[in-house]
């Protein structure tokens, strides 16, 4: 694809763009918009240096891609509740995404993406790996490709307060949350097939038991985490993430903790809202 007003330059062969030559505090020329669309549908997350950007550029920033809307656990920040603030800190062995996952598939319309900056970043560590779940799906069998066609995954939040932590991101009241999603989704906009699994919420397939479903979820897991169909982005204070929440899988590696590594990473992420898989 061919871009005339920004910078495209891949990171891996699976999955992630760093883009050039935008400034993401403000509004986006029709063109560039147009491109940084077409580029988040080809590679899935795209990354930016050294932006600088307060709450509300953030929001207006990731309104380009569809609506922020509030994380159902963890406490936005107060005059901007769709951006929370997501804080390691020394001495925690606390990990607010201790698994590969798709954010919030326990919801009816689980996002679309999600916006994440980088305020604070350790000298090393921290970095956040991403997988493409187009290519997880493409790779499987014809066989096992007609298993799953119909299947659908029942997805659970565990408990709310697993999504807060003490002294640094505060948690909201609420129940535990569920929604069976197909097991392989469309993307809307590039027609694509992806698995829409995660180790992080997926617990069994609908109208199995968590012990039947079990083996199947793990392979289509383990399948999907292979090292070929991932990226990993090293951060850098201004960095941006945006990614397709629809057909990637992401975690942040928690690495930097400890008696010597005493370092925190502070980042804002605003969640943009998305429609029910089909
Ligand atoms: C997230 O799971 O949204 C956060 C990822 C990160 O902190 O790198």
């Known amino acids: 694809m061919r871009n005339r007003h920004i910078e495209v330059s891949p990171l891996a062969g699976a999955l992630g763009a760093e883009l ?14 147009g491109e940084v669309l077409d580029a988040l549908h080809e590679h899935i997350v795209i990354f930016f240096r ?23 656990f963890t406490r936005g920040l107060d005059e901007w509740p769709e951006t929370i603030e997501i804080i390691r800190s020394p001495g925690e062995d606390y990990n607010w995404d201790s698994k590969f996952h798709s954010d919030l598939m326990f919801l009816e319309a689980p996002p679309m993406g999600a916006s994440l900056y980088a305020l604070e970043i350790p000298p090393y560590g921290g970095d956040t790996l991403f997988v493409n779940m187009y290519l997880a799906y493409e790779t499987l069998s014809e066989k096992m490709k007609e298993v799953l066609s119909g299947l659908r995954g029942v997805n659970e939040s565990g408990p709310p307060s697993g999504y807060s932590t003490p002294g640094a991101m505060a948690g909201k009241q609420g129940e535990p949350m569920f929604a069976s999603h197909p097991v392989v989704r469309t993307h809307p906009v590039t027609g694509r097939k992806a698995l829409f699994v995660s180790p992080g919420f997926t617990r069994r397939i ?37 990614w397709d929440n629809r057909v990637s899988l992401h975690r942040a590696v928690p690495d930097f903790f400890g008696e010597v590594d005493n370092y925190r990473r502070v980042m804002h992420r605003v969640t943009i809202g998305g429609d029910r898989p089909i």
């Open 50 to 72: 050294d932006q600088e950007l307060d709450c509300a550029q953030h929001q207006a920033f990731a309104s380009n891609f569809g609506p922020p809307i509030e994380h159902p």
């Open 20 to 33: 050039g030559g935008v400034d993401l505090s403000r509004p986006l020329p029709e063109e560039v918009h």
């Open 206 to 242: 609908e109208g199995m038991t968590e012990d039947e479903s079990r083996p199947l979820i793990e392979f289509l897991c383990s399948h999907a985490l292979r090292p070929e169909f991932s990226c990993r982005f090293r951060w850098s204070a201004g960095a941006v993430a945006v």
